[in-house]
């Protein structure tokens, strides 16, 4: 398997569009840390944090994990590159691990911008704002509780946490679906909707119940530095216990699946 | 003859109510080439699939190198290589680097390796050229290449000479039966065209609408094809002994219908019956028979035979 995961980095690293998704978070992590700042210090103004939030990773690691997990399975479909590792004498469970581990691998690389500015803000006497909205590595930036630079580190990590959680619905849609198109369309709707759910929980009673167990329940997306231990223990679980599900779910779906 | 690389046993594959594949049993024998030949539909790719573990049969069983069961069979899967329908490679990088990604994914050391099968496939001058832009016949042959990679002990290739140019297809014939010939390889071959593979393939195996209507070796095909002036006559005895003294051939057979099958003269039909005529034979069938390639095939398949 390690030379599964070895390969696909291998390709990934030598492709245009890993290099240009790292661009775009670099760009991106940038800008929200300036406007933040800028917000945050009353020298811009609170109109421009719609923008922000629209550039900052929750919106971000959304579609670039879709587009990474297309990049990544999708693509060996229509190539029929998925052929080799099977004809190869892989098992199925072990295609479905490898593509998860390169997966989280680039995902983390990809996640490294904005864990860097939010981790500098953290470190820096003064306030960030968006404006009202936050979420992801944003919240922690904007939220005004000062921690340790051991609990940075740990609250930057779970919240990576969170989001690889998340992202692996992207390996489940990828092998399901093996559309790039259908991937990211079905998975930027999903996490639209579950942010709907979120927004009103009154509305959507039993799914926001539901949702609260896994990785897109609100208290994971608006973690702070703040939080106890024992929530951020409870996040790291809920996370992993989600990963667990999902893989499984991805590993049933192609376990017997033909390939064309 | 060689040990079995590959036994089906009944095999069948049902597609939406819709059987690919009927009952199928073959046997692959280690250092043959076998060719596969069936027309469009007739369930070519589906058998090549199920044996590299792409796809699964609804029902039957398959040996690889003597192992039954799917772990087995899985980890034995390491000593074959396949390329099924179309050439499964990243477009976006060279040749150099799709034999990379796969030498990586294969666990092979040997950096070497990389040059010496582009320089075996005659790739070795695409340099930075990208798949995307190669031609068809380009990216069959890198195909190939990533096939010969692990120096497979049985090859699958899925009609592996479509889109080569007259050239390439000598090429790729000359590599195959190399391969064969000095590393004792197996290559099961898939083509719709029985001609393409007759200078290529060692056996035949005839696949229609899912079903193996007949399995053959070279010999076989060749007598089967081959052609013949059929003489029917009263005394086959003595035909015979005017064909040995007078005609000074002995290249014919006495069929047990009595008929003779002459393998002689077949441009110079006149000559053997006035000759067979002038010496008291009495002649009650004389004509040319034998198939082309082609036609055999068709008459196996039950599809109309050119004139």
Request: aromatic share 8%; proline share 2%.
């Amino acid at each position: 398997m390690f030379n599964l995961v070895r390969s696909d980095l291998y390709k990934t690293t030598h492709s245009k569009i890993f290099w240009i998704l790292l661009t775009i978070t670099i760009a991106c992590s940038i800008a929200m840390f300036s406007i933040s700042y800028g917000i945050g210090n009353n020298s811009l103004n609170m109109s421009l944090g719609s923008v922000g939030f629209l550039i900052s990773d929750m919106n971000m690691m959304t579609i670039i994990g879709a587009v990474l997990a297309t990049f990544l399975i999708c693509s060996d479909f229509d190539t029929k590159n998925i052929h080799h590792p099977i004809i190869s004498g892989y098992s199925r469970m072990q295609i479905v691990v490898s593509k998860a581990i390169v997966f989280w691998i680039l995902l983390f690389t990809l996640a490294i911008p904005f864990i860097v500015v939010t981790f500098i803000g953290l470190t820096m006497d003064t306030t960030f704002s968006m404006g009202g909205v936050a979420a992801g590595y944003l919240s922690i930036l904007t939220t005004s509780t000062s921690g340790t630079f051991g609990q940075s580190i740990v609250i930057l990590l779970i919240m990576t946490m969170v989001y690889f959680a998340q992202l692996c619905v992207c390996l489940l849609l990828a092998f399901t679906l093996r559309k790039a198109v259908l991937v990211v369309a079905g998975y930027y709707m999903l996490s639209m909707f579950l942010g709907q759910v979120a927004s009103f929980p009154e509305t959507f009673e039993l799914l926001h119940n539901i949702i609260s167990y896994t990785p897109f329940a609100g208290k994971y997306i608006t973690m702070h530095v703040g939080m106890s231990s024992a929530d951020l223990t409870i996040a790291l679980f809920t996370c992993m216990i989600f990963m667990l599900v999902v893989m499984w779910l991805t590993y049933m779906s192609f376990r017997k699946a033909e390939i064309k | 003859m060689g040990e079995i690389i590959l036994k089906t046993n009944d095999l069948t594959k049902v597609f939406n109510k819709h059987k690919v594949l009927q009952n199928v049993s073959i046997e692959l024998r280690e250092g043959r080439i076998y060719g596969l030949i069936g027309e469009n539909g007739a369930g070519k790719s589906t058998l090549m699939k199920i044996i590299s573990g792409i796809s699964f049969p609804t029902e039957g069983s398959y040996e690889l190198f003597g192992k039954s069961t799917e772990r087995e069979i899985q980890a034995q899967r390491k000593r074959i290589a396949s390329m099924i329908e179309q050439p499964a490679i990243s477009p976006d990088m060279t040749a150099k680097g799709n034999l990379k990604y796969h030498r990586l994914m294969r666990g092979i050391p040997n950096e070497e390796l990389e040059d010496e099968i582009l320089q075996l496939v005659g790739l070795a001058h695409t340099n930075k050229k990208k798949a995307k832009h190669f031609s068809l016949g380009m990216k069959q042959r890198l195909g190939i290449a990533i096939a010969l990679l692990t120096n497979p002990e049985l090859l699958i290739l899925d009609e592996p000479v479509n889109g080569l140019d007259p050239m390439g297809v000598v090429e790729i014939r000359q590599l195959l039966r190399r391969l064969c010939e000095e590393r004792q390889m197996t290559i099961l071959i898939s083509s719709h065209n029985l001609p393409e593979l007759y200078q290529t393939t060692t056996d035949y195996i005839i696949i229609h609408k899912g079903q193996i209507i007949k399995q053959l070796t070279q010999q076989q095909l060749d007598d089967a094809c081959r052609h013949y002036i059929r003489i029917g006559c009263t005394a086959p005895e003595h035909c015979a002994s005017v064909l040995e003294t007078v005609l000074a051939t002995q290249n014919f057979q006495v069929m047990p219908d009595q008929t003779i099958k002459l393998y002689d003269y077949l441009d110079n039909l006149g000559l053997v019956s006035t000759t067979l005529f002038k010496n008291g034979v009495v002649i009650t069938q004389f004509n040319l028979q034998g198939d082309t390639l082609e036609n055999y095939f068709l008459t196996l398949i039950g599809g109309e035979r050119h004139v």
